[in-house]
T-cell receptor, first 117, second 112 residues
Framework: GAVVSQHPSRVICKSGTSVKIECRSL??????MFWYRQFPKKSLMLMAT?????????EQGVEKDKFLINHASLTLSTLTVTSAHPEDSSFYIC?????????????FGPGTRLTVL | GQNIDQPTEMTATEGAIVQINCTYQ??????LFWYQQHAGEAPTFLSY????GLEEKGRFSSFLSRSKGYSYLLLKELQMKDSASYLC?????????????FGQGTELSVKP
């Protein structure tokens, strides 16, 4: 149980285009999902908290107009990187909280490797 | 402020014991998590401590001292597959809910 999927696993795009990444909780409902980005050999940096049916809460320094988050249902959150540039190349990971989980831990998706040319 | 510190790299021998330390400063502290992450993969949950003391789970144990802002992850009977990055994360509770603040990760290399 408590499986989180992400799609796509890898994406290469041209500079200036937009890329959408999906995060799904496969066997549970998640009112809260989180989006992180990770640079090589670096920690996970929280970008935003995605709440079902309401606006996402962005961390300081994260541009909400550049990283659009939509949490339309209890099992799906999407992150759209708009007008992508090479500096947006990174590993993007989502996570979801399972309400009632023994340790209240977050379950992570497998990540999406974004490369912007 | 929010701050998590852990060593960048550690090396240990197969079959040995290794302790990975983590210090934190987190307002609204609501617990300390340890995750394991293999390169290019998602972090997987290892342990959670919210009260002082030692939590044991098979070959892995985790310790927390809230007064000292200190935790460690203890790995026993090391196996080659334990080579991975180990992430310490504190949970911070604020008015919108809870969020994890991650340390930079400790890259553990297990040698034969």
């Amino acid at each position: 149980g408590a499986v989180v999927s992400q799609h796509p696993s890898r994406v290469i795009c041209k500079s200036g285009t937009s890329v959408k990444i999906e995060c799904r909780s496969l066997d549970f409902q998640a009112t809260t999902m989180f989006w992180y980005r990770q640079f090589p050999k670096k920690s996970l940096m929280l970008m935003a908290t995605s709440n079902e049916g309401s606006k996402a809460t962005y961390e300081q320094g994260v541009e909400k107009d550049k990283f659009l988050i939509n949490h339309a249902s209890l099992t799906l959150s999407t992150l759209t990187v708009t007008s992508a540039h090479p500096e947006d190349s990174s590993f993007y990971i989502c996570s979801a909280k399972l309400q009632g989980a023994v340790y209240n831990e977050q379950f992570f998706g497998p990540g999406t490797r974004l490369t912007v040319l | 402020g929010q701050n998590i510190d852990q060593p960048t790299e550690m090396t240990a021998t197969e079959g040995a014991i290794v302790q990975i330390n983590c210090t934190y400063q987190t307002s609204g502290f609501n617990g300390l998590f340890w995750y394991q992450q293999h390169a290019g993969e998602a972090p997987t949950f290892l342990s959670y401590n919210v009260l002082d003391g030692l939590e044991e789970k098979g070959r892995f144990s985790s310790f927390l001292s809230r007064s000292k802002g200190y935790s460690y992850l203890l790995l026993k009977e090391l196996q080659m597959k334990d080579s991975a990055s180990y992430l310490c994360a504190s949970e911070r509770i604020y008015n919108q809910g809870g969020k994890l603040i991650f340390g930079q990760g400790t890259e553990l290399s297990v040698k034969p």
